[in-house]
């Protein structure tokens, strides 16, 4: 099965995140790059996501998941190994309508987290549906690597032309052929 790509606004969205360990840690870190609100519950919490909880300011509870913890959230991520509990979490989501990420059991995934490429405003996801999320993340370092130095200051000066240019066919064609110009220079 494949995933639709999509980029999701998180403002005004809240996050519930359980578990505190290495692989929820990532999860975070993704995550932060995005938003802060962001609400944590685990019984126990890795000193590296206590930090980032005193640096970032997050709320958390150190304790288990109880039914209806995530009755107030849009998106919910389990990062726990009980895939009973996964299962539960999971199903009451779907109840909620929260879309739902459990970490390594696609079965109990609305969505899952592709390996990213955060430059400004320039994001680039990179997916496998799955498939090899290894394959992804070198995939996405190796584009990383190909993305010229200046693509923050051109996409700002497209933003203010974009802002700027009544709307049409005429201001289309204009930002069209500056983007095919700007990606034909990459390679001179």
């Keep these: 099965m494949s995933y639709f790509p999509a980029f999701v606004k998180l403002d005004k969205k809240k996050i519930l995140l359980v578990g505190a360990g290495n692989i929820a840690l990532e999860k975070l870190e993704k995550l932060l790059v995005f938003t802060k609100d962001i609400v944590l519950i685990a019984l126990e919490f890795s000193p590296e996501i ?5 640096k970032e300011n ?11 913890d995530m ?3 849009s998106i919910v991520i389990i990062a726990i190994d ?4 996964q299962k539960t979490i999971y199903e009451e989501s779907q109840a909620y309508k929260c879309l739902c990420n459990s970490v390594d059991s696609i079965e109990y995934c609305d969505f899952i987290f592709p390996s990213f490429i955060k ?7 990179v997916s496998t549906s799955g498939s090899s999320p290894a ?21 700002e000066e497209m933003k203010k032309l974009r802002s700027s240019l009544p709307k049409g066919k005429e201001r289309m064609k ?3 052929e500056k983007a095919k110009e700007y990606i034909r220079g990459w390679s001179r």
């Design 50 to 54: 206590l930090l980032l909880i005193e």
């Design 58 to 68: 997050l709320c958390y509870e150190k304790r288990a998941y109880e039914k209806g």
């Design 71 to 73: 009755k107030d959230m």
């Design 82 to 85: 009980d895939i009973g509990l």
């Design 119 to 125: 430059n400004e405003d320039l994001t680039i996801a």
């Design 135 to 155: 394959f992804a993340k070198h995939f996405r370092a190796y584009l990383e690597d190909i993305i010229p130095e200046g693509i923050s200051t051109f996409l």
């Design 174 to 176: 204009m930002l069209d």
